[in-house]
């Protein structure tokens, strides 16, 4: 089924088809590619930046929490003494604080991570457009070099055997 208004694909011929199929993995891969990076590159700043400020949350948050720690001393009895209020909502408070530094402390692990996913992907995409062009290119190379050898150049010899001037009664072009 041919779609109206589009150039059919040439799968005609096997050498033209490779010609121009490695034409089109060696122009699209580097153009991937630099889409691609660039992307990965963006979001690596941004999760680098995010990594940053929680770092600085989680010293912060650490400084914060460990002004705040109250110790608890026992009396003479070795008892320790029921908080007052004032007390409870140091205790509560110091809590607090140290729940935000241990959630601060998992969102800098995943910022980390993140980063380094990022960059296994920008090298694994690299690999990748390299693997296409080293296929690419050969192919394209092998297509266009078999496509003129065993097709093209025989039909220019069948055009110009059969290309006669009228009246004049002799061929133009010389065989090969």
């Known amino acids: 089924m041919s779609i109206p208004y589009l150039p059919s694909p040439p799968t005609d011929n096997l050498y033209k088809f490779a010609a ?8 699209a891969a580097p153009a991937y590619y630099v889409t691609q990076s660039t992307e990965l590159h963006l979001r690596e700043v941004s999760a680098q930046q995010e990594t ?11 400084a914060d929490a460990a002004a705040s720690w109250h110790e608890v ?3 003479k009895d ?11 909502a140091l205790y509560k ?16 692990q995943h910022a980390e991570k993140t980063v380094a996913v990022l960059r296994d992907q920008l090298q694994l995409l690299f690999w990748l457009a390299i693997a296409a062009l080293l296929v690419g290119i050969p192919l394209s190379s092998w297509g266009f070099l078999q496509w003129h ?7 220019d010899k069948e055009v110009l055997r059969c290309f006669v001037w009228p ?6 072009g010389v065989d090969r």
């Open 20 to 27: 121009l199929l490695g034409a089109i993995v060696t122009i």
């Open 52 to 62: 940053a400020i929680y770092q600085k949350q989680t010293e912060w948050w650490a």
């Open 73 to 75: 001393k026992p009396d």
């Open 78 to 88: 070795g008892r320790i003494p029921d908080p007052t209020p004032a007390e409870q």
């Open 93 to 108: 408070a110091a809590f607090e604080k140290r729940r935000e530094l241990e959630l601060t402390q998992i969102k800098v």
């Open 149 to 155: 050898r065993r097709v093209q150049r025989l039909q």
């Open 167 to 172: 009246r004049a009664g002799w061929r133009v």
